[in-house]
């Protein structure tokens, strides 16, 4: 009935600049690119567009401004359950103390 549930697969950054390089060069479209290498083209596509943007030529953000975004959410969700903690030993405390 349905298609079969590809296994999430991790490609090196080299592999992906290959891929958007075949698929820049206007030889082959994105889809005939993916379909030559067992990748799906929403993958593939995705990855030119990334390299676009890292590029300048298309708005967004780039890929290290995604990494730096990514760190800075795992920090302030770290650091808002720190607080969490402290509010709670706090409030702990003072009841203790009464």
Known sequence: MGKKKRP???FTPEF?????????RGDRSIGQ???D???TETAVRGWVRQAEVDTGR?????SSEREELAALRRENRRLREDV???KRATAFFVKETR
């Open 37 to 39: 290498f067992d990748l």
């Open 8 to 10: 999430r697969r991790s």
């Open 16 to 24: 992906k600049a290959e891929i958007v390089e075949l698929c820049q």
């Open 84 to 86: 969490d903690v402290l």
């Open 58 to 62: 298309r708005d967004g953000l780039t």
């Open 33 to 35: 690119v993916a379909k």
